[in-house]
Nanobody
Framework: QVQLVESGGDLVQTGGSLRLSCAASGRTFSRYVMGWFRQAPGKEREFVGVIRGSGIRTYYADSVKGRFTISRDNAKNTVYLQMNSLKPEDAAVYSC??????????????????WGHGTQVTVSS
């Protein structure tokens, strides 16, 4: 069982930056792929990006590529989402998710087994 707790959501201006954190419980954190998803009011949950257990490889949605960066510190059981050049359309509840690393990229929410409750990101124009 893995428990995930996000933090770092806030109100920022367009063009600003924010770093989200996701702290995980458990002793085998490095064996888990960690994904970030977001959901805006009235919209479907959207894939943001994912990082492999080793932390070496990442994959991003086109909408955030070049602006967002995912990293992880396996010693701290924490994954981060650095968001730069924020736009109003980035406003959403951001959630992290985890699943065992099976050697491929996981971009669908249904592929993840564990979820945090989310943290709100608001971007003012």
């Amino acid at each position: 069982q893995v428990q995930l707790v996000e933090s770092g959501g806030d109100l920022v201006q367009t063009g600003g930056s924010l770093r989200l954190s996701c702290a995980a419980s458990g002793r085998t954190f490095s064996r888990y792929v960690m994904g970030w998803f977001r959901q805006a009011p009235g919209k479907e949950r959207e894939f943001v990006g994912v990082i492999r257990g080793s932390g070496i490889r990442t994959y991003y949605a086109d909408s955030v590529k070049g602006r967002f960066t995912i990293s992880r510190d396996n010693a701290k059981n924490t994954v981060y989402l650095q968001m730069n050049s924020l736009k109003p359309e980035d406003a959403a509840v951001y959630s992290c998710a985890a699943r065992r690393d099976g050697g491929t990229w996981y971009v669908r929410a249904a592929e993840y087994d564990y979820w945090g409750h989310g943290t709100q990101v608001t971007v003012s124009s």
